[in-house]
């Protein structure tokens, strides 16, 4: 199915109920999983470090990010959702290094964490842009789509920091300084509603690509649960964001051939 430029695909009840559906898997399963992830990932970590945090200070921290930032519910697409999520503050970085004098495992919580604030500061400008009438008509389900896609990205990167600062690292405030003049580019080009669906895809698919890829790299065990928890979501945004620009709902070629899974050719 091919749409005319500057035209959405669904309707506004199925981007509703789309982003219901997402929303309800997030706070049901993929937090509890990503929760409980952490927490047995930061008790390995702690085991190896000589200044640990206890379990239940990890655990209130990330129980606390996550939920904070998470937990939102969809209301009659009336924009409002990011409320929570907003409040994160995040820096536009172009150059660099996250991951500086970390190693290992970290090093990849560190490049996740970089990776979920270059979706959240994008959201948040994608938010603003459209509420302010930058961009024509933005149908409020649109909107609602990005707070709630917003909302997890945010919890994703509060579980990320969770995790380092839990290891007595410093928490990752900047975006991924080498990704972030490209989508800084991309953003300035952003005139309708269907360019900024293909923006907020391109970032949905690196960010998915990404985590395939580290799962491979991860050492702990843990560490791949964490990633593979919340890859999906990744994936399901990307889905919501294929069927409203009249697409397959799945990884494909350029050309809009589905592939059978995931690549990684987009990978951070």
């Known amino acids: 199915m091919r749409i005319r430029r500057h035209e959405i695909a669904a309707s506004e009840t199925e981007i509703l109920e789309m982003t219901e559906d997402l929303d309800q898997m997030h706070n049901d399963h993929g937090v509890p999983a990503l929760k409980t992830s952490m927490a047995e990932w930061h008790d390995q970590i702690r085991s190896r470090t000589s200044k640990p945090t206890t379990r239940r200070t990890f655990l209130l921290g990330v129980g606390g990010a996550v939920a904070g930032a998470g937990v939102l519910a969809v209301v009659g697409g009336t924009p409002g959702l990011a409320a929570a999520a907003t409040s994160a503050s995040v820096t536009p970085a172009t150059s660099g290094n996250p991951e500086a004098g970390l190693t290992g495992d970290l090093a990849v919580a560190a490049l996740a964490a970089s990776l979920e604030n270059l979706a959240i500061y994008t959201y ?38 969770s995790l380092l600062t839990g290891s007595g690292k410093k928490a990752v405030t900047v975006t991924d300084p080498k990704l972030t003049p490209t989508v800084q580019t991309a953003f300035g080009k952003v005139t ?77």
């Open 192 to 268: 309708n509603v269907t360019e900024l669906g293909e923006l907020a895809l391109m970032l949905e698919n690196i960010a998915a690509q990404t985590y395939q890829a580290e799962a491979s790299m991860l050492k702990s065990k843990k560490a791949i649960q964490v990633a593979s928890t919340i890859a999906p979501v990744e994936m399901q945004h990307a889905a919501i964001l294929y069927f409203v620009l009249g697409m397959y709902p799945g990884a494909q070629t350029a050309s809009g051939t589905p592939l059978a899974f995931n690549p990684t050719s987009m990978a951070a």
């Open 124 to 161: 948040q400008s994608a938010i603003s842009a459209a509420t302010a009438g930058k961009l024509g008509t933005v149908p409020p389900a649109v909107v609602t789509f990005a707070q709630t896609a917003l909302s997890q990205h945010t919890s994703h990167a509060a579980a990320w920091n």
